[in-house]
């Protein structure tokens, strides 16, 4: 009983209602969705390669060797591998630009719109990309640059808005416990993907990215019909309190109970805040250390978003199927670590301090995975060890931080601010994962995967 009454007495929980229940559930079905379909294309990377090779026309009797000689693909399984590398880098490096943009635009237009927008979009391009291509026999790899493009930029508009939705929702009190739960949305969605990779690669790549984008855009239209982006769409007034606008590098940080009350209608109605310049949220406080730290955190983490299952079923030879399922156990350590550690900042009122801890075990979990035997329950149970000490500072940084950075006392005259930081703090994470996808193929190649781990200990330290 000691637990649930620590928590009670350091937490004072806001009376939450159904509404805050749905927009929970429909950001976190929107998010759950998106990775699902951005997971996909790393789980089918084996398939692609050997699709885009001439052994695979060969064995094909009605698709001539000549197909591949005219579109332009590749001459053996390596240099189709690099290039699955560049599109790596390519989505990044669009959807880091887009999501610099794409926060800037959520807090000048309705959210749900935009979000809605960027959900469908995506859904259309992959499966332009994976499986219209595919059926028409269509391969040309300046084509697939270009949706890749597109669809970076169109997946950018879905974090910033869905952790300004939950900003309005959600105020301080209890924020990392909540955001914790709520940023698992990213690994469920992962595990989403390669459940649903897995069931139907056997027909053919182009079937995963077809059911992927199918619910995606099902998923768009769900959210574009369904959603509150705000308490003040119903006359429900969120009122966050002055304590919940000091900054998340505060040594003072009490918790207090939003207030939440209904707003009479013969009131006058307030003015609209403005929107904050995108400068004037990059210097806020906090924001710039907290960007930097997270380029190095996402690094490592979509290091193995679009790696592991690869990684596994080289480096251990298991079959493309057994690898993806495998890899899903460093997405369950890191929903269980966003929660745990989430909860754990706000008994203590801080956050840095759980990060630091976190990431220091987390250097010693990254030489013990690189030294993981050829054993798939000792590399599920490492797995989900590195996911819970990785993964976890990552889903709170991006969720409760940018949520916390958007809600500080220097936004007391200017309160849509949520969207603009969080493109700030994620865009800046995916211009380092861009980076690193580019330097992991460079050090694999060169030097071996022991040396990409190593790699992985200097950036998390």
Known sequence: HFLPLLIQTHIMWPPYTYHHLLAFLLTFLSYVLLHSSRKTFSNVKVSISAQWTPSAFQQNGTLPVSTWVENKLFADAGEATLFLGALDSIFLFSYAVGLYVSGVIGDRFNLRYVLSFGLCGSAVTEFVFG????????????????????????????????????????????????????????????????????????????????????VQFAGGV????????????????????????????????????????????????????????????????????????????????????????????????????????????????????????????????????????????AMGALVGYSHSPNNQLVNGALLAITGFLIGGPSNMISSAISADLGRQEALQNSQEALATVTGIVDGTGSFGAAGGQYLVSLIESKLGWMCVFYFFIIMVG
Not at 286 to 314: D, H
């Open 131 to 214: 499986t219209l291509t595919e059926w028409l026999h269509f391969y040309n790899v300046y084509f697939y640059c270009i949706l890749w493009v597109i669809n970076g930029l169109l997946q950018s508009t879905v974090w910033p808005c869905v952790v300004a939705i939950m900003g309005n929702w959600f105020g301080k009190s209890g924020r990392g416990f909540v955001f914790g739960l709520w940023s698992a949305c990213a690994s469920v969605g992962n595990i989403l993907g390669a459940f649903l990779a897995s069931s139907v690669l056997k027909y053919g790549y182009e079937y995963a990215f077809l059911v992927t984008s199918v």
């Open 222 to 361: 769900v959210v574009f019909f369904g959603l509150l982006t705000s308490p003040k769409e119903i006359g429900l007034e969120n009122k966050i309190d002055t304590d919940s606008q000091r900054p998340l590098i505060s040594d003072d940080e009490d918790e207090l109970c939003d207030e939440y009350s209904i707003q009479q209608r013969d009131e006058e109605p307030e003015l609209q805040p403005k929107a904050i310049g995108f400068l004037q949220a990059f210097c806020l406080p906090g924001v710039i250390p907290y960007s930097l730290a997270y380029a190095c955190l996402k690094l490592v983490n979509y290091s193995f978003f679009f790696w592991l299952p690869f990684y596994l079923s080289n480096n251990f030879g298991w079959k493309e199927v057994q690898a993806d399922r495998l890899s899903v156990w460093y997405d369950v350590g890191g929903i269980v670590g966003g929660t745990v550690q989430g909860l754990i900042s706000d008994l203590l009122g801080k956050r840095a301090p759980v990060l630091a801890i976190s990431l220091l075990l």
